[in-house]
């Protein structure tokens, strides 16, 4: 079993940038794809990048260009940069983490078994 501390959100003006990192510990990170979801207020969560034990990455049409996910396993670390940050972006993010996430199912949040307790991004002037 993996448990998962998301860190680095905040407040930041449109267009400025933030760095998350979510911190694993337990179970063989190595194995796990991890993936970044965010929930903003009355909204579903929503998928927005994953990493694969592969290493590939994957992600949401709303991000793609301006985000990036990474691992380091050495670190057992997922790290999520965003850049050119809109207001549309505000929400609270969570890291999550399964092994045996199929590629087609990657997106869906239902296919993740271990999550974080969340980080709050604001985007606002």
């Known amino acids: 079993q993996v448990q998962l501390v998301e860190s680095g959100g905040g407040l930041v003006q449109p267009g400025g940038s933030l760095r998350l990192s979510c911190a694993a510990s337990?179970?063989?990170?190595?194995?796990?794809?991890v993936a970044w979801f965010r929930q903003a207020p009355g909204k579903e969560r929503s998928f927005v990048a994953a990493?694969?034990?592969?290493?590939?990455?994957h992600y949401a049409d709303s991000v793609k260009g301006r985000f990036t996910i990474s691992r380091d396993n050495a670190k057992t670390t997922v790290y999520l940069q965003m850049n050119s940050l809109k207001p549309d972006d505000t929400a609270v993010y969570y890291c999550?983490?399964?092994?045996?996430?199929?590629?087609?199912?990657?997106?869906?949040?239902?296919?993740?078994?271990?999550w974080g307790q969340g980080t709050q991004v604001t985007v606002s002037s």
């Open positions: 990493i694969r034990y592969s290493g590939s990455t």
């Open positions: 337990g179970g063989t990170f190595s194995r796990y794809t």
């Open positions: 999550a983490a399964d092994t045996g996430v199929i590629l087609s199912s990657i997106r869906d949040h239902s296919n993740y078994d271990y």
